[in-house]
């Protein structure tokens, strides 16, 4: 009985994944790599108990310390326009739930993900471990910094709102790497992707309004 019940939350699940692809796919997700990340990715494993139910509506849902995992579409139209290519070593600052570290990590080479609430990286770490991700290298600090040590970037997403251009970050892109970020100081921000020309500009283009929370300096000192 348990087993039946089992199979039929699973069928449940696949039938609203499929749905929510579907969805992602009318709203102008297009790239056949990110829904197949999407579609591969189980979203409830990173949901909480408490919204375990709605881990596949098509909306934000808050998590710990205050933060949420990200609304399905947005994840999927900030990975779209990273344009990651298989071989790409990208830099993701906001680590959250893992989940659109997760899905990165099905489109490139390698993802290095900082955050700054120590229950919130412990909590993805354990989430990778049981997918069996292994080009995924976590830092717990402030993500602001980037990580300099390992620059440059080809590609580098940044899921917390900056209040303005985050020239730290752009220094550790290459010259024609992408950045992909929410830039504003209030709660509707800026969806702005930067693609370097090579000769250490940026082209900017701004994408669409989006609400995020907020990139905080340093890192939490007790969470």
């Known amino acids: 009985m348990a087993k039946h019940e089992s199979d ?3 069928d449940e699940a696949s039938v609203q994944l499929a749905r929510l692809v579907l969805s ?11 829904l197949k990340a999407i579609e591969s990715t189980p979203r409830e494993l990173f949901t909480p108990d408490l919204f375990k139910d709605r881990a596949f509506e098509d909306s934000a849902l808050p998590i710990a310390c205050g933060q949420t995992i990200s609304q399905p579409y947005i994840v999927g139209l900030m990975s779209q326009a990273l344009e990651v290519e298989p071989r790409s070593r990208v830099l993701e600052i906001g680590t959250g739930s893992g989940y659109q570290t997760t899905i990165l990590s099905k489109l490139s080479r390698l993802v290095y993900t ?6 919130l990286l412990g909590e993805a770490e354990a989430r990778f471990k049981q997918l069996g991700l292994t ?12 990580w300099p040590e390992q620059a440059p970037f080809d590609r580098i997403l940044v899921t917390a709102a900056a209040p303005d251009e985050p020239k730290a970050l752009l220094s550790q892109l290459k010259p024609k790497g992408v950045l992909v970020a ?3 100081k209030g709660p509707v921000q800026s969806l702005k992707r930067y693609t370097g020309d090579g000769a250490g500009g940026f082209r900017i283009e701004v994408m669409t309004d989006v609400r995020f929370v907020p990139l905080l300096d340093g890192v939490a000192k007790e969470l």
């Open 135 to 146: 080009n995924v290298i976590t830092r717990f600090g402030d993500g602001g910094l980037g």
């Open 8 to 10: 039929q939350d699973g």
């Open 114 to 119: 900082v955050e700054r609430y120590r229950t």
């Open 182 to 184: 929410p830039i504003g």
């Open 24 to 34: 992602l796919r009318s709203q102008g997700v297009s790239s056949p790599a990110v």
